[in-house]
């Protein structure tokens, strides 16, 4: 959730950048070129604890997810030793 938390808080960075950049007099497609360079600017600057926290949560995701690659990869070996002792020790035909 601390991922949708930061990408809301840098559209919200945009969007305000575009409206103070219309207010300022810029139009066109320059408005929203230079919304997303000042946008990008001030997260960097703006949102770390976010950016910090979010970066955390999707390597929690990611360590979680290995761990339950690694599982599953030992239960399917198991299952896999299991099916083959059953095939090898049954009747041939």
């Given amino acids: 959730m601390p991922f949708v938390?930061?990408?809301?808080?840098?559209?919200?960075?945009i969007v305000v950048a575009a409206v103070v950049l219309y207010l300022v007099g810029m139009r066109g497609w320059l408005l929203g070129v230079v919304a997303v360079?000042?946008?990008?600017?001030?997260?960097?600057?703006?949102l770390n604890g976010p950016?910090?926290?979010?970066g955390a949560?999707?390597?929690e995701r990611r360590e979680?997810?290995?761990?339950?690659?690694a599982a599953n990869a030992v239960e399917r070996s198991e299952d896999?030793?299991?099916?083959?002792a059953q095939v090898?020790?049954?009747?041939?035909g």
């Fill in 37 to 46: 360079v000042v946008a990008l600017c001030a997260s960097y600057l703006l």
């Fill in 57 to 59: 949560y999707l390597a």
């Fill in 80 to 84: 896999e030793q299991e099916e083959d």
């Fill in 88 to 92: 090898d020790g049954g009747p041939t």
């Fill in 51 to 54: 950016r910090t926290r979010a």
């Fill in 64 to 69: 979680h997810r290995k761990a339950l690659a």
């Fill in 5 to 13: 938390l930061y990408s809301l808080y840098r559209v919200a960075l």
